[in-house]
T-cell receptor, first 114, second 118 residues
Framework: QQQVKQSPQSLIVQKGGIPIINCAYENTAFDYFPWYQQFPGKGPALLIAIRPDVSEKKEGRFTISFNKSAKQFSLHIMDSQPGDSATYFCAAKDSGGSNYKLTFGKGTLLTVNP | EPEVTQTPSHQVTQMGQEVILRCVPISNHLYFYWYRQILGQKVEFLVSFYNNEISEKSEIFDDQFSVERPDGSNFTLKIRSTKLEDSAMYFC????????????????FGPGTRLLVL
């Protein structure tokens, strides 16, 4: 029940395309959903985050769509660029207690071709 | 911009040896974490630390692991007797001061220490 399921495992798009990465969860106690971007050999970097009381959040070219009833959320990258090529992880935090640990999805390797 | 730093960037050790991985969290952060990532797999939570004690640990964080905040700036992960399966990238993360839920939730990750156990 603590799992976050992420798909697809890998994704290839052309420059300017709109890759969409999907995540699903079971634990209704999750209350914070960040997306992280990771380049090879680097640590995950926070990209954008959303809470379940909001259905959509945009920051620059990155948009999270959130469907609370379906327990799903997705990342859209508008006008994708080769520099967006990285691994993207969705994550979730449980609302219980004072701990803020994150549960990560398995990641999506995105390749944006020039 | 403040960042989490980790040393060493790479560590090679023999099975059974002790290793200490070091982290300097962002200076005004109060919540500290260790995660690990086995090559090609997802990032996994190991332990969280607040107010000088462990607040939660995962099943991976057994008696071979320990964490410490020896002074006001460093946060360390010790593995007492390394095993082959401990080979992974270890990430330290920290999150905010007690200035609202958002600050506490937003975790910033360091660049990681790649540990190879032979």
């Amino acid at each position: 029940q603590q799992q976050v399921k992420q798909s697809p495992q890998s994704l290839i798009v052309q420059k300017g395309g709109i890759p969409i990465i999907n995540c699903a969860y079971e634990n209704t106690a999750f209350d914070y959903f960040p997306w992280y971007q990771q380049f090879p050999g680097k640590g995950p970097a926070l990209l954008i985050a959303i809470r379940p009381d909001v259905s959509e959040k945009k920051e620059g070219r990155f948009t999270i769509s959130f469907n609370k009833s379906a327990k799903q959320f997705s990342l859209h990258i508008m006008d994708s660029q080769p520099g967006d090529s990285a691994t993207y992880f969705c994550a979730a935090k449980d609302s219980g207690g004072s701990n803020y640990k994150l549960t990560f999805g398995k990641g999506t390797l995105l390749t944006v071709n020039p | 911009e403040p960042e989490v730093t980790q040393t060493p960037s790479h560590q090679v050790t023999q099975m059974g040896q002790e290793v200490i991985l070091r982290c300097v969290p962002i200076s005004n952060h109060l919540y500290f974490y260790w995660y690990r990532q086995i090559l090609g797999q997802k990032v996994e939570f190991l332990v969280s630390f607040y107010n000088n004690e462990i607040s939660e640990k995962s099943e991976i964080f057994d008696d071979q692991f320990s964490v410490e905040r020896p002074d006001g700036s460093n946060f360390t992960l010790k593995i007492r007797s390394t095993k082959l399966e401990d080979s992974a990238m270890y990430f330290c993360a920290s999150s905010g001061p007690n200035r609202g839920q958002g600050a506490k939730e937003t975790q910033y990750f360091g660049p990681g220490t790649r540990l190879l156990v032979l």
